[in-house]
């Protein structure tokens, strides 16, 4: 199996008037979706990782196949994926002991932007090991709106960063050893507009019953986060 899973489609009698004609239209699995997901990373971050890589700093970049291949391009529709939310899933697997507070800024570079030409929400503002997971509004992150949705998502890029947010990239700490090594695994699920986040549709995924609900720190304001690039 893959391990973005399927996209997961509707159980209503929509489907079953819609299943004979779906052959004509565009596969079920398309069509009906209520979330996906972007991408499941786990990783290892140094600081040298930090300071080598390109073309930014404190950056790991998830691109090709380490995300869904099957997204969607048009994130409005046949499902609304754009007005709906993003669930977010950190796991801090390593962590340098003393409980600095970390938080990492989960940037969405489009195919096609507008304005500014990217936007960014972020992983809870954390001290310890553990899982942590948050539900984000679409609309509600820092320059959602500089994004044309209809032309879908290319990449997707994470910062590390301390509690300061926009301007606190790890790499320039002098005391980064509070922040490297580390081991994490992300994954955000996209769900659609008036869906629930479904933690049994996405494959490979542990139970997680401690798990840390949380507010996103790194969703700061457009000054701080003007520097991300």
């Known amino acids: ?13 929509f489907l079953a008037l819609l299943a004979g004609m779906s052959a004509l239209i565009m596969p079920p699995s398309v069509c009906h979706a209520e979330q996906f997901v972007l991408f499941d990373v786990t990783f290892t ?56 507070p970390t938080t990492w800024t ?8 507008q304005g500014n030409g990217y936007g960014c929400t972020g992983t809870v503002l954390y ?11 679409m609309k509600s992150f820092w320059e959602n ?20 947010g926009g301007k606190g990239h790890a790499h320039q700490r002098p005391d980064s050893e ?7 695994r992300i994954t955000m699920v996209q769900v659609s507009a008036g869906s629930t986040y479904d933690p049994n549709l996405v494959p490979n995924l542990p139970q997680s019953p401690a798990a840390t609900p949380g507010t996103p720190k790194a969703s700061a304001t457009e000054n701080e986060q003007k520097t991300d690039k």
């Not at 199996?1 to 009698?13: A, C, E, L």
């Not at 499902?79 to 950190?90: A, E, F, K, L, Q």
């Open 178 to 184: 509070k922040f490297f090594p580390t081991k994490m």
């Open 145 to 164: 709106d500089a994004i044309v949705w209809s032309e879908g998502i290319k990449q997707m890029d994470l910062v590390i960063k301390d509690k300061s």
């Open 45 to 100: 971050f140094t600081k040298a990782d930090a300071d080598t890589s390109k073309p930014s700093k404190s950056h790991y970049y998830v691109r090709g196949n380490a995300i869904n291949p099957d997204r969607p391009r048009d994130w409005t529709k046949p499902v609304d994926y754009r007005n709906g939310t993003v669930h977010i899933r950190t796991e801090v697997i390593e962590k340098p002991a003393g409980g600095e």
């Open 1 to 13: 199996m893959s391990p973005y899973g399927s996209i997961q489609v509707g159980r209503s009698t």
């Open 127 to 137: 001290r310890e090991k553990g899982v942590y997971e948050q539900d984000v509004s």
């Open 106 to 113: 989960l940037c969405y570079i489009p195919n096609r932007g």
